[in-house]
């Protein structure tokens, strides 16, 4: 079983809809849990940190559920600049080199 | 401002040669990392520092070396043993202390053999 897993996509969705990832992680002891954003041919840069209680920041929310061992990420009001590759990182442990990488989801928003 | 400066953008290599990718951070972050990234591929770990002077394999290192002889400065070698190096190339920083720290990435590096 992958470490991280994320259903690929691409997931079209037009302007204004709400969309939801998931993501599962096969390593019960993860400690930490992170959403990267990621544009083609860019860097990924941190989107989220995902809490216990579940966050929300703006039209974003992420929620963790540790007894099913996944996490996911609701958008909300899709705007056309939402369209990007969505990493779902994992910390194994509580040591900082081990953050674990999904091979992410990509969203498509179109007009 | 601070972040992470990746250089060059784009890199060539030809056969037997090594190259070196840079990566310096203004952040004070004590811990330094350098993944590769291959098309529809999740990032992968090279290596890792979490110190000056002090430096940990990551799930490929074979073929790559780094030093880290500045807090700021975290370089990588792509030697001529790495036989497929044409990637992306990222390098990220973070806090050292606890595991819910995440990383902040550097604009990369695209390597391509000539």
């Known amino acids: 079983r992958k470490e991280v897993e994320q259903d690929p996509g691409p997931f079209n969705v037009p302007e204004g809809a709400t969309v939801a990832f998931n993501c599962t992680y096969s390593?019960?002891?993860?400690?930490?849990f992170f959403w990267y954003r990621q544009d083609c041919r860019k860097e990924p840069k941190l989107l989220m940190s995902?809490?216990?209680s579940g966050n929300e920041d703006g039209r974003f929310t992420a929620q963790l559920n540790r007894a099913s061992q996944y996490i996911s990420l609701l958008i909300r009001d899709s705007k056309l600049s939402d369209s990007a590759t969505y990493l779902c990182v994992v910390n194994l442990n509580s040591g900082y080199s081990t953050l674990t990488f999904g091979k992410g989801t990509m969203l498509l928003v179109s007009p | 401002d601070g972040g992470i400066t990746q250089s060059p953008k784009y890199l060539f290599r030809k056969e037997g040669q090594n190259v070196t990718l840079s990566c310096e951070q203004n952040?004070?972050?004590?811990?330094m990392y350098w993944y590769r990234q291959d098309p529809g591929q999740g990032l992968r770990l090279i290596y890792y520092s979490q110190i000056v002077n002090d430096f940990q394999k990551g799930d490929i290192a074979e073929g790559y070396s780094v030093s880290r002889e500045k807090k700021e400065s975290f370089p990588l070698t792509v030697t001529s043993a790495q036989k497929n190096p044409t990637a992306f190339y990222l390098c990220?920083?973070?806090?050292?202390?606890?595991?819910?720290?995440?990383?902040?990435f550097g604009d990369g590096t695209r390597l391509s053999i000539l």
């Open positions: 390593n019960s002891a993860s400690q930490s």
């Open positions: 952040l004070n972050h004590d811990a």
């Open positions: 995902v809490y216990s």
């Open positions: 990220a920083s973070s806090r050292r202390e606890g595991g819910n720290q995440p990383q902040h």
